[in-house]
């Protein structure tokens, strides 16, 4: 099999453990989705884009980045939408993108540009460092009650359930 190269799962709340609502990407450039998705969703994924990440967040919200910059959304949080605005017209396009089923979110900018909205505030304090020291955050990634994980150039860092902790840790070793 070829190698995952990006996987977004369903965020929204409650949703049933056998909801099939998820999007799988190869290195090989193959790529599925499940019976699930949401019809505005499926809908982009069916046109033939050249698909670069899908972000899925709660209350149907998704995100669909291409290769050429484009972006396709519907039902983003709040002012999300603004945000994802200032990413494409003055920071060279959205990198990644993060929704919690709890309302809080984030968006990075190709420019390293970030904004974020009730984050938790151990992930607001290493954004605002990383700011400073002018470095990338990479990607983060939310999970409901403060949960947070945020890779950046020099570090990694989470806070999570102990499993995840326990896991992460072996893993680094």
Not at 53 to 61: D, E, K, N
Request: hydrophobic content about 35%; aromatic content about 12%.
């Amino acid at each position: 099999l070829p190698r995952v190269s990006f996987v977004a799962l369903s965020a929204d709340t409650y949703a049933a453990w056998d909801k099939e609502e998820w999007y799988v990407q190869f290195a090989d450039g193959s790529y599925s989705w499940g019976t699930d998705t949401r019809p505005g969703l499926y809908d982009v994924l069916s046109q033939g884009h050249d698909v670069s990440g899908v972000f899925m967040g709660p209350s149907g919200a998704y995100l669909v980045t291409t290769s050429d910059g484009g972006v396709y959304c519907d039902r983003l949080p709040g002012d999300m939408e603004d945000a994802v605005d200032d990413a494409i017209e003055e920071c060279g396009g959205v990198h990644t993108v993060a929704m919690s089923p709890d309302g809080s979110w984030f968006v990075g900018a190709r420019s390293r540009n970030f904004w974020r909205h009730e984050v938790h505030p151990s992930l607001e304090t290493l954004l605002e460092t990383e700011r400073k020291r002018r470095g990338a955050v990479l990607r983060v990634r939310l999970g409901c009650n403060g949960t947070f994980y945020a890779e950046c150039e020099k570090r990694t860092v989470w806070r999570a359930q102990a499993g995840f902790s326990e896991s992460m840790l072996s893993f680094l070793g």
